[in-house]
């Protein structure tokens, strides 16, 4: 596993979370290819692997996932190196304080989608972080080619792809919503869960999403649902795309024939700022 450091560090934007009572206070920080290191990007996935670690939906698309470490990391450095050098990516990493020290103990990624994307963040991409991001991503279909993960299970894969692609183009066809953000990924440490820094992470693209007038959507697993509704989130769908229906019978990749089944199913759920009602 290689880690991912490209260029001297830069200042990093700092956000400081009011502490809830009984809770230290939670740090928040903007981490690009700019201002990354080996160190942190090494945390960044300890976190998600940990984090992830029993999830349902990754334990029926990569069911042997335990037995290949290895390639099951990579898969979340493939996530994040290319988050990192994408410039509609905001990649918000938590921290805490540990005997005087800073230490990441969760992070999220968000991403601006929709046609006034490309201008809006145009001043976050310049020509060499372009030549990085094509070389990465030929790194990475080299990688995938020479070396797929030998856990992964594709009919599962596939039709996960098929819920994600259902819920955007869901997204694209909702009022107000041709520009929007995405919550991709919200990873914490489970050492340090029931602190508040799920719930920092989500208010952070709560409140740009305020800011800038832009509402918000994700997919949110049944664990993770109730800290998206206590950020004003709304469920308007149900994603399952590991059971059969009426209108999608069974194939191969399914989880069980039995409908209604309430393994891996999760929500999609928006937010809307109160400036868009006023429109």
């Given at each position: 596993?290689?880690?991912?450091?490209?260029?001297?560090?830069?200042?990093?934007?700092?956000i400081a979370t009011p502490p809830l009572p009984g809770r230290?206070?939670?740090?928040?920080?903007?981490v690009t290819q700019r201002n990354a290191n080996p160190k942190l990007t090494n945390r960044l996935l300890e976190?998600?692997?940990?984090a992830f670690s029993d999830d349902q939906t990754f334990s029926w698309r990569y069911p042997t996932r335990h037995e290949y470490p290895a390639h099951h990391r990579h898969m979340f450095w493939r996530y994040l190196g290319n988050e990192l050098l994408d410039p509609t990516v905001w990649v918000v990493v938590a921290y805490l304080e540990d005997n005087g020290v800073e230490v990441p103990v969760g992070y999220s990624t968000w991403q601006r989608r929709g046609p006034g994307t490309e201008e809006a963040v145009?001043?976050?991409?310049?020509?060499?972080?372009?030549?990085?991001?094509?070389?990465?991503?030929?790194?990475?279909?080299?990688?995938?080619?020479?070396f797929p993960n030998p856990s992964?299970?594709?009919?599962?894969?596939?039709?996960?792809?098929?819920?994600?692609?259902?819920?955007?183009?869901?997204?694209?066809?909702?009022?107000?919503?041709?520009?929007?953000?995405?919550?991709?990924?919200?990873?914490?440490?489970?050492?340090?869960?029931?602190?508040?820094?799920g719930e920092a992470l989500v208010r952070w693209g709560v409140s740009k999403s305020t800011k800038e007038g832009l509402p918000c959507a994700l997919e949110a697993s049944r664990a993770g649902k109730k800290v998206y509704t206590k950020c004003?989130?709304?469920?308007?769908?149900?994603?399952?795309?590991?059971?059969?229906?009426?209108?999608?019978?069974?194939?191969?990749?399914?989880?069980?024939?039995?409908e209604g089944c309430q393994f891996g199913v999760g929500s999609f759920m928006i937010f809307e700022p109160p400036s868009l009602h006023l429109q």
């Open positions: 596993m290689r880690s991912y450091s490209m260029t001297p560090p830069m200042p990093t934007s700092t230290s206070q939670i740090t928040l920080k903007i976190i998600a692997t940990t145009k001043g976050r991409d310049s020509l060499l972080q372009k030549s990085e991001r094509n070389l990465f991503a030929l790194h990475e279909r080299l990688n995938n080619f020479l992964a299970y594709k009919p599962a894969i596939e039709l996960m792809a098929q819920v994600f692609e259902e819920t955007e183009n869901l997204v694209k066809q909702m009022p107000q919503f041709e520009n929007h953000l995405h919550l991709n990924i919200l990873a914490v440490d489970p050492a340090y869960q029931r602190r508040g820094i004003g989130f709304e469920e308007i769908q149900i994603c399952d795309g590991l059971h059969p229906t009426p209108e999608k019978p069974w194939q191969e990749g399914m989880h069980c024939r039995e």
